[in-house]
């Protein structure tokens, strides 16, 4: 059984802070990784995505990987309340069939 | 990035009747779309795969026969609740991806259904 763990939260942060969330995965042969983020009543927006170890920069988001830990990681810089919604992790074994998801972190950010 | 569209976004409905929800895919071809339920405050749950042309593929517990699954085509897919109950009400999201290495899964907006 593929899985993909997160801490439930809410992780809270004060406005301005950075916001760190994690996710792990069981499935050594996990190809793609992603950051979806889902407000209240709305479905999930891909925020971010990851194929190689290190990290990527977009705007105020960091993902960050490593295969080697099975270890996905998402940083928000200058937290802003907009930014609070459930952050979703997904990995894709590259067959495109296979996404499977982490159950979401809370990101509640404090103005 | 992609765009998918799904209708309705919200549909009230009596006990018994059914109801069908679209997903489109409107700037690419989605060879695998993916069919979610999700309660209040709780995760994404998968109720199936579906590859166009082919049956869909259902998660265990999720009955095939009051979830009618089409994907006839490379851009649409179509869940029919039959016989919805009340306990059917939840919010249904569409996912689609063009499949293959390093594709993305993009999603619907969803459709909360309400069964009175």
């Known amino acids: 059984q593929k899985e993909v763990e997160q801490n439930s939260g809410p992780l809270s942060v004060p406005e301005g802070a950075i916001a760190s969330l994690n996710c792990t995965y069981s499935d050594r042969g996990s190809q793609s990784f992603f950051w979806y983020r889902q407000y209240s009543g709305k479905s999930p927006e891909l925020i971010m995505f990851i194929y190689s170890n290190g990290d990527k920069e977009d705007g105020r988001f960091t993902a960050q990987l490593n295969k080697a830990s099975q270890y996905v990681s998402l940083l928000i810089r200058d937290s802003q309340p907009s930014d609070s919604a459930t952050y979703l992790c997904?990995?894709?074994?590259?067959?495109?069939?296979?996404?499977?998801f982490g159950p979401g972190t809370r990101l509640s950010v404090l103005p | 990035g992609a765009v998918v569209s799904q209708h309705p976004s919200r549909v009230i409905c009596k006990s018994g009747t059914s109801v069908k929800i679209e997903c489109r895919s409107l700037?690419?071809?989605?060879?695998?779309m993916f069919w979610y339920r999700q309660f209040p405050k709780q995760s994404l749950m998968l109720m199936a795969t579906s590859n166009e042309g082919s049956k869909a593929t259902y998660e265990q517990g999720v009955e095939k026969d009051k979830f009618l699954i089409n994907h006839a085509s490379l851009t649409l897919s179509t869940l029919t609740v039959t016989s919805a109950h009340p306990e059917d009400s939840s919010f249904y999201i569409c996912s689609a991806t063009s499949g293959g290495p390093n594709e993305k899964l993009f999603f619907g907006s969803g459709t909360q259904l309400s069964v009175l």
């Open positions: 997904a990995v894709n074994d590259n067959y495109g069939q296979n996404f499977v």
């Open positions: 700037d690419f071809q989605a060879t695998t």
